[in-house]
């Protein structure tokens, strides 16, 4: 994906906060200590926009490979950034978590960002902005 597939408002953000990353890829420790890289894979059909978020991590001489959001129809694209560990909260402050490796953050535009976090040996979301 490029950023050019990005709403206005979406890529006006990434170019301003982000630019030179790619939007729909990134790399991180996200359940243990080894580096593991997740990506926002895209697929237009029939004028529809679908995303699945997928996370590939290393084991011996391959990958393997751990759905975190199941292909969803969206409006528009997300883009993903990885979050260092740390505490966390909703977007109404009314639960909080504490994350222990770094963390997955999907923002779409009028969505807001939710973030994945790996804890209890799964991920989990928290809308952390609406």
């Not at 529809?48 to 011996?60: G, H, S, Y």
């Not at 409006?75 to 977007?91: E, H, L």
Request: with cysteine; net charge neutral.
């Amino acid at each position: 994906m490029t950023a050019d597939l990005l709403s206005p408002d979406l890529r006006k953000m990434w170019k301003k906060e982000m630019a030179g990353a790619c939007p729909d890829f990134v790399g991180g420790r996200f359940t243990g200590p080894a580096e593991e890289y997740t990506v926002n894979l895209i697929k237009r059909v029939d004028g529809k926009v679908c995303e699945q978020v997928l996370l590939f991590k290393p084991v011996t001489a391959s990958f393997a490979k751990i759905s975190i959001l199941p292909p969803i129809e969206v409006a528009s694209v997300s883009v993903i950034t990885r979050t260092p560990p740390g505490k966390y909260a909703d977007a109404q402050e009314t639960h909080r978590v504490m994350t222990n490796h770094d963390s997955i953050a999907l923002t779409a535009p009028e969505k807001g960002t939710v973030l994945y976090y790996w804890t209890g040996g799964r991920f989990h979301s928290l809308v952390t902005s609406e």
